[in-house]
């Protein structure tokens, strides 16, 4: 997804990292791709101008996985 949203990434000067620390994924690869996109596209939207964007996916136990999307945007009011 980050190759993918390059062009967006560059346009604003985030800074993207990616850490995977996780055996294979079973799951739907087209609406986990979607997720992903949307997850990214929204924490791009979100920065502002050089800000960071951090993508974790980590076990969490022998058959299921934690995936965050972090980024240090302001956030949203309730």
């Known amino acids: 997804m980050l190759r993918t949203l390059s062009f967006d990434i560059e346009e604003k000067q985030v800074t993207a990292k990616s850490i995977v620390e996780t055996p294979q994924i079973e799951a739907d690869e087209q609406l986990l791709r979607q ?33 965050e999307v972090r980024d240090n945007g302001a956030g949203s009011a309730a």
């Not at 050089?50 to 996985?65: D, H, K, N, Y």
């Open 35 to 67: 997720v992903l996109f949307n997850l990214i596209l929204n924490s791009i939207q979100a920065v502002a101008v050089g800000g960071l964007i951090e993508i974790i996916v980590r076990p969490s136990s022998a058959t299921e996985a934690i995936l």
